[in-house]
């Protein structure tokens, strides 16, 4: 067991002194920031609560325990609102043979035919979940394969971890399969029945350029509309400059008039636009109320990639252009020792410090902790989360890096997480621990 490098005092009630929060999370007035976008206060915890937060050293505060966090960032606990529980951790039994999408795509499609029962499901998501709340995560949305029988055995496994998981991790799930399936009456009656008994009131699919895309996306949304769902879409992941679906999503939203959220994931072609092709993708999106999450690690793992080149370019899209415009922006974490991305733990602190290398979003403004936080809690319809707010939950993750060069030089794997003013164990989970499901290892004396 350890609860990080902070020894809280031993009460219900404490302050937090001298701790460095991020400007743009912080719901109270009267604070400055410095260059970091980081503002110097006192956290008072009063039963699981955030009492007060004030300007660090405010006279006239009542004594009592307190910790000084010596002007260590702290953050809420952290929403990520793109991964794949579900696909999560099967690389050892189902390596991506290239590294490439399409060996991603076919090397999943097998895994899943062969091996995703109910109990190699749960046992996965479980996993994914313990890595997401070890290291700091409140909320998140995964998305879940929902093709042919697949629909009947993940969708009531997701429904029980998220009771399992009530007041630990807030989980949402989006139905994915490939727009083509749309056109399939049967099919979206499956996932629609599937989503009222087990979901969230969210539905969603992978566009890509198909030629009845505009017909299919007519079906989406009139499902969403009867029903009374958001979407949430995988959107143009590719290098392809023709992969402009994201328009088509737009255009789909304004002729139907959608009124609920959607959230549009990777857009990786929109990068590779001309300009004014890209100008115009974007003022759509904006017209049409689309959100867009980057999912940085997954797009460089695998854009970009051919045997024995370089590759050019980092995969992600046009993401500081979109939050110019206006546009929602948020980074996720998406896929977990998966065909899809072979790395990854469910760490939000990685993702914003490898999302603020690959994206450059240093040197450009100081308010992108929204981007795992405010920004994704809003989409998800979590009032209060993501945020500092007096009279909200005491989540929060205490770090000694007093600045983002200090923040980002290191993994802040000490780091402490309260849940309700409490510190949980940051101990992760053993990967030895999915050893024994089907195929996983390659039988006896494998390593
Ligand atoms: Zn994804």
């Known amino acids: 067991m350890t609860t990080g490098f902070a020894t809280l005092p031993p009460s219900a009630d404490f302050r937090l002194t001298r701790a460095r ?53 702290v953050l809420p606990r952290l929403v990520d609102c793109h991964v794949h529980l579900d696909k999560g951790h099967i690389w050892p039994r189902r390596p991506n043979p290239d590294g490439s999408f399409m060996g991603a795509l076919n090397s999943v499609m097998a895994d899943r035919e062969a091996n995703w029962s109910a109990g190699d499901v749960r046992a996965r998501m479980d996993f994914g979940l313990r890595c997401a709340f070890a290291h700091g995560t409140a909320a ?6 929902s093709l042919g029988k697949q629909i009947g055995i993940s969708w009531p496994v997701l429904a029980e971890l998220r009771a ?20 399939d009456e049967g099919h979206v009656r499956d996932v629609v029945a599937a989503v009222k008994a087990h979901g969230d009131r969210l539905f969603g699919c992978v566009t890509y350029m198909i030629p009845e895309l505009d017909a299919a996306l007519d079906i989406v949304f009139r499902t969403a509309i009867e029903n009374g769902f958001d979407l949430d879409f995988h959107v143009d992941e590719t290098n392809d400059p023709a992969a402009r679906s994201l328009e088509h999503i737009a255009e789909a939203a304004i002729r139907h008039r959608f009124s609920g959220k959607i959230l549009a ?32 690690m997954c ?44 790395y990854g733990d469910l760490d939000l602190i990685e993702v914003l410090r490898e999302g603020t290398r690959i994206l450059q979003l240093d040197h450009a403004g100081t308010d992108w902790a929204n981007a795992v936080a405010r920004t994704p809690a809003a ?69």
């Not at 999370?25 to 937060?53: H, K, N, P, Y």
């Not at 072609?269 to 940085?296: C, D, F, H, N, T």
């Not at 402490?416 to 999915?434: C, F, M, N, Q």
């Open 21 to 73: 929060a991020p400007r743009c999370l912080v719901e109270a007035g009267g604070l400055a920031a410095d260059r970091d976008g980081l503002t110097l206060v006192d956290i008072a915890v009063e039963a699981g609560r955030i009492a007060s937060i004030l300007p660090a050293g405010t006279e006239g505060l009542p004594g009592g325990p307190a910790f000084d966090c010596d002007g260590g960032i």
């Open 140 to 145: 998140l949305r995964t998305h879940i394969d």
């Open 164 to 183: 399992e998981w009530a007041g630990r991790i807030a989980i949402q799930a989006s139905p994915l399969f490939g727009i083509q399936f749309a056109l």
């Open 265 to 296: 994931g990777h857009c990786c072609s929109l990068a590779l636009q001309e300009p004014e092709v890209e100008a115009r993708i974007i003022a759509k999106v904006l017209e049409a109320g689309i959100a867009v999450v980057s999912l940085p």
């Open 299 to 342: 797009n460089m793992y695998l854009q970009d990639r051919a045997p024995g080149r370089t590759p050019r370019w980092r995969g992600v899209t046009a993401l500081h252009e979109l939050k110019a415009a206006g546009v929602p922006v948020m980074i996720a974490s998406d896929n977990t020792r998966d065909p899809f991305y072979a």
């Open 379 to 447: 989409i998800m319809g979590l009032e209060g989360r993501g945020t500092l707010s007096p009279g909200g939950p005491a989540d929060l993750i205490l770090t000694r890096a007093r600045d983002w060069t200090e923040f980002f030089a290191r993994p802040q794997a000490d780091r402490s997480v309260l849940v309700g003013g409490r510190a949980i164990d940051t101990t992760l989970p053993d990967h030895r621990e999915l050893d024994h499901l089907k195929g996983m290892r390659a039988g006896p004396g494998a390593p």
